[in-house]
């Protein structure tokens, strides 16, 4: 039987070291492609704002804990793109549920940019609405450029 009262199932991954040419699109792809077809209803590829690439990481959210399971096999180890020498790694997320990512995204700066920078959600397989703010969004704290060169 899985879990004892009271557990919260561990549904939600990071899936880390992911190409930082890899868009949401591309990603979302690449899990359809690999069976994962309607097994996730959660999904947020941070994406810097300055460079519009991935910043290497995205969250993740199954509806099951074998759905995770799977994905923790299928993706632990693997290599996205044969350009990148990332592997990617597979761990639990801080938080976990669809609910509790919705609830703790849904009033974040990043609400306020352009939609291609969101967290998207799914029912039955086909993306819908994210929830709206609950509050006035704060501004978007933007990074200062890395300086290269020598000091």
Do not use: W
Not at 126 to 141: A, D, E, S, W, Y
């Amino acid at each position: 039987q899985a879990g004892g009262r009271g557990r919260v199932p561990t549904t939600t991954v990071m899936l880390r070291n992911i190409p930082q040419r890899f868009t949401r699109d591309t990603l979302l792809q690449d899990m359809d492609n690999r069976g994962f077809v309607g097994r996730y209803d959660f999904f947020y590829l941070p994406i810097d704002f300055c460079t519009t690439h991935s910043v290497g990481y995205a969250f993740i959210n199954f509806l099951t804990e074998e759905d995770t399971e799977r994905f923790k096999e299928e993706y632990s180890g693997l290599k996205l793109n044969d350009d990148s020498p990332k592997v990617c790694d597979v761990c639990d997320a801080k938080v976990q549920g669809k609910m509790g990512n919705v609830e703790y995204y849904r009033n974040s700066t990043v609400m306020g940019m352009d939609e291609k920078y969101h967290p998207v959600v799914f029912e039955n397989g086909v993306r819908k609405p994210f929830p709206m703010p609950t509050r006035l969004l704060g501004p978007v704290q933007r990074r200062p450029p890395r300086q290269g060169g020598r000091m």
